[in-house]
Nanobody
Framework: QVQLVESGGGSVQAGGSLRLSCAASGYTYSIMGWFRQAPGKEREAVASIYLGGRSTYYADSVKGRFTISRDVDKNTGYLQMNSLKPEDTAKYTC???????????????????WGQGTQVTVPS
């Protein structure tokens, strides 16, 4: 069983930065990702990191602006978000699970554990 607790959300002006954290209890996961959902929109996969090879993947909408990482010693994942835009406004949720080589990083079926989410607001 893995429990995930996010922190670091808030309100920031366009062009600003935030760093989200995802503290994990337990180690039975091999992939960690961040998803977001804005009101009235579908959930979107934002970024993911495979713990074995440390490969990272990003949605086109955040590539070059967001960076996903993980601190092994702290068992904590991070999402560094730079150059934030109003369209980045959403509830961000951390997820973890066992990577499935038959599917892509954004496939939610491989994410068994989910946090409660943290709100990120970038006023227009």
């Amino acid at each position: 069983q893995v429990q995930l607790v996010e922190s670091g959300g808030g309100s920031v002006q366009a062009g600003g930065s935030l760093r989200l954290s995802c503290a994990a209890s337990g180690y039975t996961y091999s992939i960690m990702g961040w998803f977001r959902q804005a009101p009235g929109k579908e959930r979107e996969a934002v970024a993911s990191i495979y713990l074995g090879g440390r490969s990272t993947y990003y949605a086109d909408s955040v590539k070059g602006r967001f960076t996903i990482s993980r601190d092994v010693d702290k068992n904590t994942g991070y999402l560094q978000m730079n150059s934030l835009k109003p369209e980045d406004t959403a509830k961000y949720t951390c997820a973890a699970g066992i990577a499935d080589a038959r599917t892509t990083w954004s496939d939610v079926t491989q994410y068994k554990y989910w946090g409660q989410g943290t709100q990120v607001t970038v006023p227009s």
